[in-house]
């Protein structure tokens, strides 16, 4: 078996078994975004990649899929080596899935630890009146969108600081789109008396159900869980009267305002786990 780039031929002509992956060309934005595949005779019998993130580089993305019939010879391991040796930095990889997704077994064999955990998502829109509203929560779609963006930055950098955090000039790629992917009326920003936003709750419309993010600007907010509960029992309101029933929630057990207005909200659905795996 050897190794050799992942080229856009390869990509073209691939096989039913790596379509649904995160697969690109090697090199595909830079050094910082390497792909291979393995080859056995003449057919590819695995392909991978490992990227940093443009908001994040901290850790390597890691994808590899194996040809479903050479799974269980080693063929994954080794190919997480070879990509390792492919790394234009000395940091560790990075994969996530559902708690009891094979991935993740996989994952453990390489040493895997995790570093996050994401809470059940999906919730009732019906169950929003378990959180308390709050008089400071207003329509996001008033608010001045630079001030938005100022808020929304500093909320995601302080939610990742201790387990994954933002490199920099972050902002750019974070913000990229945002406007089009934000459903600004179903949107809500608790604001003080000086206008200072100090809670966002942010809908996506570019998914199905609808997804919400939900936290304080800064971690040390006073009434931080009622501010974030107001705003996302409005946005919740917003969607249930336009007839949805469900909403999906991005969020970490690590959020100390958002977890608790979710548990409130009784989510449904899988627990899953963001881990670190050793490169070296
Ligand atoms: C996950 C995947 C890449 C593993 O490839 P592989 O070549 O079978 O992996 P290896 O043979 O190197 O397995 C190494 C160890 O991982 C663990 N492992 C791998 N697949 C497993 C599975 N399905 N269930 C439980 N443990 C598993 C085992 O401990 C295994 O050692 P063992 O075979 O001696 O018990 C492959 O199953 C696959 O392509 N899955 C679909 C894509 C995917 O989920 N990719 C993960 C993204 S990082």
């Known amino acids: 078996m050897r190794f050799r780039p992942l080229t856009d ?17 090697d090199g595909w934005r830079n050094d910082e975004t390497r792909s291979a595949v393995a080859v056995d005779g003449e057919q590819i019998v695995a392909a991978g990649a490992i990227w940093l993130s443009r908001v994040h580089d901290d850790r390597f993305w890691l994808e590899v899929v194996v040809h479903p019939e ?4 080693g063929i994954g391991t080794a190919l997480a080596r070879h990509l390792a040796t492919l790394r234009s930095r000395d940091l560790p990889f990075m994969a996530r899935g559902y708690v009891d997704d094979e991935s993740l077994r996989f994952a453990e064999a390489l040493g895997a630890r995790t570093i996050q955990t994401v809470p059940p998502a999906r919730a009732d829109l019906g169950a929003r009146t378990a959180l308390r509203s709050h008089a400071a929560v207003q329509p996001l779609a ?17 939610t990742h600081e201790h387990w994954s955090p933002v490199r920099d000039a972050f902002e ?14 179903a949107s809500a920003v608790a604001v003080d008396a000086s206008g200072r936003i100090q809670a966002l709750a942010m809908t996506y419309r570019d998914t199905d159900p609808a997804l919400i993010v939900a936290e304080t600007v800064a971690r040390d907010e006073p009434e931080g869980e009622h501010l974030v509960e107001g705003c ?3 946005a919740m309101a917003i969607l249930a009267h336009r007839g ?3 909403v999906d929630f991005d969020g970490h057990v690590s959020d100390p305002h958002f977890l608790p207005a979710l548990s409130r909200l009784r989510p449904s659905g899988r627990w899953f786990r963001l881990v670190e795996i050793p490169a070296s």
């Open 9 to 25: 031929d390869d990509l073209a002509t691939s096989p039913p078994w790596w379509e649904d992956r995160s697969l690109a060309a």
């Open 70 to 73: 050479r799974r269980r010879q």
């Open 142 to 158: 008033g608010a001045d969108r630079s001030r938005v963006e100022a808020a929304f930055a500093e909320l995601y950098r302080w």
């Open 172 to 185: 750019t790629a974070l913000l990229e789109g945002l406007w089009d992917e934000l459903d600004v009326d």
């Open 232 to 234: 996302i029992r409005r």
């Open 244 to 246: 949805l029933s469900v």
